[in-house]
């Protein structure tokens, strides 16, 4: 039985840059768990978006993202258009 489903679904990581990911314990450890799960992920073709928030301010996203991902660049806190639900 197939709990989810990979045309349908999509992971996301958000805001793994620069100047934040020194800022959390552990964010090298973090930002390496990201990195191999969105390599396993390009494998298993499931859909992946990162978000990059104030890119000139805080840098790019640590390690490497493939042009075939979706990436969002924020200015506010919310990635929602209108920043309401």
Known sequence: MTLID????????IDMQE???PEVDLGDLVALMCERSMTWLRGQRVGVVVTEH???ELGN?????AET???LDKTAVSVLKGHSI
């Open 19 to 21: 100047r934040l990911v």
């Open 6 to 13: 990979r045309c349908r679904s999509s992971v996301l990581f």
């Open 61 to 65: 996203t640590v390690f490497e993202v």
């Open 54 to 56: 104030c890119l000139d």
């Open 69 to 71: 991902t979706t990436r």
